[in-house]
């Protein structure tokens, strides 16, 4: 067998191996179901909100339709905003005294990220009024849930005995670069981690977390210190839960489609800067980028290569390969849904070598802003971190 016969061989593994772990996934992840889940503990939400005028009122609205929480309080904090974001909450809020509105005009300290920063003022806020126990919810202003959507992902809570849950939302996609990079953020995770063992150790390692809908348990979180434990990082949805599970407390992954579900971005520049501003981090550095785009290039690249230019054994090979990572790729998304596979996902699924290669061009994209100084994130510089 050639060199090259050997490298598709190879790939073709390594694609077919992601396809088995996320049918694993598929028939075994924790689903988040609402109904017949009523709180009776304190409940308190935090959003940071920074220029989402536009989306914040929804997030409000679907929060005061929640049912079976009767101690809810949600929190907002406007983090000098310049769009309208607290005149669009007011209005939405009206006289519901469950939520309360504060504005931040001070920019992070040093080292800190901003959304670090937000979460750390609006844990303070949580603990000034009440006692510190209970549940403690961040949601990302950009995301909804459906009326039981909060209840259930508290019962997953402490049904589990966890410290942390990270209910996992459905990532809406709109337009072609969106279809072609967020599923890949489900994709990553469901289709090369057992996510039924992932949830029953404590390596950090194995931690899978959306900062997007984080629901902890107020005591754990704030024994390790909260955000300002993971204050200079731009991941600090995944930090915090290594930090959690450095310190003994276990973290819990659910998929939570279709009862929270989002659109992180909805322009091809917002979605390029917002990879941008943050994959340089994650995997480590240059050195542990490089080796995962040479194993993607080896698994997502090369077997449809040779299904498309080789022959015989090698093509056929090949194709095996292409099909197993089309197929992961509609395994996770289908663990992310909650549902049926949509045809757009299908496309998708089958463009997953463009995928890949969009995310590695972001990728290093992020490292030459990173050595050029100039990562930004809604406006504010975020430095070598």
Request: glycine share 14%; net charge neutral; hydrophobic share 35%.
């Given at each position: 067998m050639t060199l090259a016969a050997r490298a598709v061989t190879a790939g073709s593994a390594v694609a077919a191996l992601g396809a088995a772990i996320a049918l694993t996934n598929r028939l075994t992840v924790r689903r988040l179901r609402p109904?017949?889940?009523p709180v009776s503990e304190a409940v308190t939400v935090c959003i940071p909100a920074r220029d989402e005028a536009d989306r914040l009122p929804s997030l409000i609205a679907?929060?005061?339709a929640q049912q079976g929480v009767p101690r809810l309080r949600v929190l907002i904090l406007d983090d000098a905003s310049t769009d309208g974001t607290a005149a669009a909450a007011r209005a939405v809020i009206g006289t519901d005294d469950r939520f309360h509105l504060s504005r931040n005009d001070i920019d992070p300290a040093p080292g800190w990220t901003g959304k670090s920063a937000a979460c750390a003022?609006?844990?303070?806020?949580?603990?000034?009024?009440?006692?510190?126990d209970g549940v403690l919810v961040f949601l990302d202003a950009d995301i909804r849930l459906s009326p039981g959507a909060l209840a259930a992902a508290v019962h997953e809570l402490r049904s589990t005995r966890a410290a942390l849950v990270c209910p996992w939302p459905r990532q809406l996609a709109d337009s072609p670069a969106e279809r072609l990079i967020q599923p890949l953020l489900c994709w990553s995770w469901a289709s090369t981690l057992p996510v039924a063992?992932?949830?029953?150790?404590?390596?950090?390692s194995m931690a899978v977390a959306c900062g997007q809908f984080l629901v902890f348990d107020a005591a754990a979180y704030r024994a390790i210190?909260?955000?300002?434990?993971?204050a200079t990082s731009l991941t600090e949805d995944l930090a915090i839960a290594r930090e959690l599970r450095r310190n003994g407390h276990p973290t819990m992954l659910v998929a939570a489609g279709p009862h929270a579900e989002t659109r992180m971005y909805r322009t091809t520049f917002a979605l390029t800067e917002g990879y941008t501003r943050w994959l340089w981090s994650a995997y480590g550095g240059p050195t542990g980028s490089l080796a995962i785009a040479s194993l993607a290039a080896l698994a997502f690249w090369l077997p449809p290569l040779a299904a498309l230019l080789g022959h015989g054994r090698v093509r056929r090979t090949g194709l095996l390969g292409y099909s197993a990572a089309a197929a992961a790729r509609l395994l996770a998304r289908s663990i992310e849904n909650g549902g049926?596979?949509?045809?757009a996902d299908i496309v998708a699924a089958l463009a997953h070598p463009a995928s890949v290669a969009a995310y590695l061009g972001l990728s290093a994209r992020s490292h030459r802003a990173r050595r050029a100084g100039s990562l930004r994130w809604k406006d504010r510089a975020l430095g070598d971190r």
């Open positions: 109904g017949g889940h679907d929060l005061r003022r609006l844990a303070d806020l949580a603990t000034e009024s009440t006692a510190g063992v992932a949830n029953r150790t404590l390596r950090p210190g909260g955000h300002t434990a993971v049926p596979i949509e045809s």
